[in-house]
């Protein structure tokens, strides 16, 4: 056994790029635009002790459904890339936030039609507990909420009132 | 009690607050009064199941008998469930359901924001998701409270009903016995008395502009903590562990 990790220890940079790569283009299974990269989901491929491919993922929202499957595909896509004694692990802090979203997954949500989470607002309605939630579809400011929640746990819905079109908002977490 | 005994009986409680709370609302699935509420609802118990997955993952770390969450959450009697009696109550009527749910979001935002600061890592990490899924809850909630009280004679009638029915189930969210002693002096666990005062504030200022006021409080029905239960709890288990009851070690 010794043999093998020293082999595994000295490509190290090697497994864990590669590891990397074929984890991070994993897709979100209910927004599929996205990869677990973008959305920041997957924090750490490394090796353990045995020289094993540990991915580290966390989970976006505690009530997400997606959370078990992301794992599972996390781990075959590992797998499916040469690393079959791979594993991927649970982590829980600090906590996964919706600023960890990429840029690039950021403009990949508003072209798939969901708006974004805002990060910060300069409008005053903010002030009162409303968040300015720019259109995707016409980038018009001028919407509204009409439900907290929407189709998913992450997402609540929103009408524009400028091209009248519904959309999905990326709660901020 | 042993310091893991205590930490595992005080995960368990809320584990199973949030457990039960979350099939409750599960149950309306499908029975939403509009198609954003029924979405709304199921999103809240989604979260509810997933901050209760979490805790159960971590009490069976804890205890150390290999007991996985889904044992937890199946495979436990009645008299084992520690949960408040608030949570296990019906759904009633609309009003009811929400009247519910507002108390006790009252209570949950608090109690994450204070569990954020604990001793104990895992508790911190959950509580930092869970004190901002709950912010949602509490602000959907209130303005339900606020539309129905400041509504119709009719709904304005059915959310005093509601509030006389379930302010007596209040008093047991800010209890302290033994257990929450011992796991207040271990440095993890959140003082529920400290919170009381913030939850009144919450639950006055929107009551005031639902034109709603509380009902005096005489009686505090509790047991809960204790696995002394309602007659409701057992309809919800047998619902809840149904599948697994009947076929053992099924999985989805």
């Known amino acids: ?173 | 009690m042993a310091e893991d005994q205590t930490l595992f009986t005080y995960l368990l409680r809320l584990a199973d607050d949030h457990l039960i709370l979350s099939q409750r609302l599960g149950e309306l699935c499908g029975y939403g009064p509009t198609l954003e509420e029924d979405l709304a609802l199921t999103n809240i118990s989604l979260d509810l199941m997933g901050q209760a997955r979490a805790l159960y993952a971590y009490a069976g770390e804890v205890e150390g008998k290999g007991r996985n969450e889904d044992q937890l959450a199946f495979l436990r009697y009645e008299r084992d469930y520690l949960n408040a009696l608030i949570t296990e109550l019906p759904n009633g009527d609309f009003a009811q359901t929400i009247v519910r749910q507002f108390f006790v979001a009252a209570f949950m935002v608090p109690f994450w924001r204070e569990m954020e600061r604990s001793s104990d890592e895992t508790l911190r990490a959950i509580a930092a998701k869970a004190s901002k899924e709950v912010a949602y809850h509490l602000r959907h909630t209130s303005e339900w409270v606020i539309r129905l009280g400041d509504g119709t004679d009719e709904s304005h009638a059915r959310m005093e009903e509601a509030l006389d029915a379930l302010v007596m189930y209040t008093g047991e969210l800010f209890e302290t016995d033994e257990v929450t002693e011992a796991a207040l002096r271990a440095g993890y666990a959140v003082d529920p008395k400290s919170l009381a005062h913030e939850w009144q504030q919450t639950v006055d200022s929107v009551l005031r502009e639902a034109t709603l006021t509380l009902p005096e409080s005489g009686h505090m029905q509790t047991g809960g903590r204790n696995g002394l239960h309602t007659e409701h709890l057992g309809h919800v288990l047998s619902e809840l562990q149904y599948m697994q009851r009947t076929y053992p070690g099924l999985n989805w």
């Open chain 1, 1 to 173: 056994m010794g043999d093998v990790a020293d082999i595994k220890q000295q490509s190290g940079e090697g497994i864990r790029k590669a590891a990397w790569q074929a984890a991070a283009a994993v897709p979100d299974p209910e927004i599929p635009v996205v990869t677990v990269e973008d959305l920041g989901i997957l924090r750490l491929v490394d090796l353990d002790a045995e020289g094993r491919v540990v991915a580290h993922v966390t989970p976006t929202y505690s009530g997400c459904p997606a959370t078990q499957l992301i794992q599972e595909m996390v781990l075959e896509a590992l797998q499916t890339a040469g690393f079959e004694d791979a594993r991927v692990e649970t982590v829980l802090s600090p906590a996964w936030t919706t600023d960890w979203i990429s840029e690039a997954g950021r403009q990949k949500l508003k072209e798939y039609g969901i708006a974004p989470p805002e990060k910060t607002s300069n409008s005053k309605r903010a002030l009162f507990g409303e968040t300015l939630v720019q259109c995707p579809h016409c980038g018009a400011a001028e919407t509204e909420r009409v439900s907290e929640f929407g189709s998913t746990p992450c997402k609540a819905l929103y009408r524009c009132l400028t091209c009248r079109e519904p959309f999905d908002y990326f709660k901020c977490l």
